[in-house]
Every structure is written in structure tokens, then in C-alpha cells.
T-cell receptor, first 115, second 112 residues
Framework: DTAVSQTPKYLVTQMGNDKSIKCEQNLGHDTMYWYKQDSKKFLKIMFSYNNKELIINETVPNRFSPKSPDKAHLNLHINSLELGDSAVYFC??????????????FGPGTRLLVL | GENVEQHPSTLSVQEGDSAVIKCTYSDSASNYFPWYKQELGKGPQLIIDIRSNVGEKKDQRIAVTLNKTAKHFSLHITETQPEDSAVYFCAASNYNDYKLSFGAGTTVTVRA
């Protein structure tokens, strides 16, 4: 049973396109996150949601819009893709928000390449 | 905000030897310090964590130490094996921050 799943695993697209990445967790967790991992492996948080409520928005361009239809899903929509958006995007979840002090369970990642 | 520095960026060890990764943090309010392991093509996975009321914690071949006065913490892996080859991330958090701040990662290679 996959705890945190993401689709698609790979995404290759042209500059200027709009794309979405979907994330689902079956752990019954309240909190979900999106991270961006760049080519140097640096992990940076983008957003977190707790029970469908936005908690963290880390100065991400407004071309990125997260949506949480229910607490088991957190999707990421990206408008007008740019070359610099190429990265691996990870979804994660934790049981509670607890100030970031809960174990986070990461999905397998979505590898986005913008041409 | 919190700033976590991690060293070294790469580490190559002979199988059976020990590996040590060190991290420093800037926010004295931080009180939770997890370590995540990321294998090739996968997402990071928690391997051990320590909270500020504890100085050392061990789990089989891995151990973490914390020095709150100096604001640094370290990961120790003993008797390294090929499956220990991965990228390791340290992180820090405090209850009011709602997020983990990650170090830049250490790529560990265990030579057979």
C-alpha cells in the first residue's frame, strides 16, 4: 500500500504551458506539504496545508497554486511554466501540524522538466 | 528564520568504517532535529530524530548527538554498508515555525 502517492512521476513540457501534479495520502494525516528539490538536491518547502487550510506559503510565485479538496489530497497547479521550474517536486504528509515537529512521509516525487 | 548548515557535502567511506555528518543551526528556539535519508530516485525518509531535552539517541548503527549550547548536532553511522549510500539531510524546527528547515544534504558513498 502506497502511503503518499504522486502523479505523474515524470512531466516534460514546453515553457508557457500549464500543468498539474496530484498528491494523495492514505495515512489519515491532517497535514500535507509541497517541497521543491533543485538540481543541487536542496529541499525547500513551498506550501503546507492543515485540514484543507493553507498554513505556509513560502514566497512562492503566484503561478503556483495549491488546492486541497479534502485532507487526503493536495494538488499543485503551475501556470506559465518557466525553465527555472524544472525540479523534482515532493509531496509529504504528517499526522498533525505540531509546529513541523511530526515525522513527515514523502511521496516518490514528480520530475518536472521544462523545455 | 532558521538557517541550517550541513557538512560535508560529499563523504566517501570504506565499507565497515564510520561516517559522521555535522549540522549547525541558527535559531536557539529550535528544539526538534530529524535526519532524513534519500535513496536514488526516492523521496526522503526519516531515519532518526532528537529533541532538545535529549543529548544523544541511538538506533542500531545510527546515532545522533545534540549540543544545544553550541547549536550543533551530528549523525554517526557505524559499520557502514553499501545500502547506506544515499543523500542525508539534517533539519531543524521549533513549535512556532510550522515547518522544517533542511540542510543542503550530504551525499554518502560507501565503497565496497
Amino acid at each position: 500500500d502506497t502511503a503518499v502517492s504522486q502523479t505523474p512521476k515524470y512531466l516534460v513540457t514546453q515553457m508557457g504551458n500549464d500543468k498539474s501534479i496530484k498528491c494523495e495520502q492514505n495515512l489519515g494525516h491532517d497535514t500535507m506539504y509541497w517541497y521543491k528539490q533543485d538540481s543541487k538536491k536542496f529541499l525547500k518547502i513551498m506550501f503546507s496545508y492543515n485540514n484543507k487550510e493553507l498554513i505556509i506559503n513560502e514566497t512562492v510565485p503566484n503561478r503556483f497554486s495549491p488546492k486541497s479538496p479534502d485532507k487526503a489530497h493536495l494538488n499543485l497547479h503551475i501556470n506559465s511554466l518557466e525553465l527555472g521550474d524544472s525540479a523534482v517536486y515532493f509531496c509529504a504528509s504528517s499526522l498533525r501540524l505540531a509546529g513541523g515537529m511530526e515525522t513527515q512521509y514523502f511521496g516518490p516525487g514528480t520530475r518536472l522538466l521544462v523545455l | 528564520g532558521e538557517n541550517v548548515e550541513q557538512h560535508p557535502s560529499t563523504l566517501s567511506v570504506q565499507e565497515g568504517d564510520s561516517a559522521v555528518i555535522k549540522c549547525t543551526y541558527s535559531d536557539s528556539a529550535s528544539n526538534y532535529f530529524p535526519w532524513y535519508k534519500q535513496e536514488l530516485g526516492k523521496g526522503p525518509q526519516l531515519i532518526i530524530d532528537i529533541r532538545s531535552n535529549v543529548g544523544e539517541k541511538k538506533d542500531q548503527r545510527i546515532a545522533v548527538t545534540l549540543n544545544k549550547t553550541a547549536k550543533h548536532f551530528s549523525l554517526h553511522i557505524t559499520e557502514t554498508q553499501p545500502e547506506d549510500s544515499a543523500v542525508y539531510f539534517c533539519a531543524a524546527s521549533n513549535y512556532n515555525d510550522y515547518k522544517l528547515s533542511f540542510g543542503a544534504g550530504t551525499t554518502v558513498t560507501v565503497r565496497a
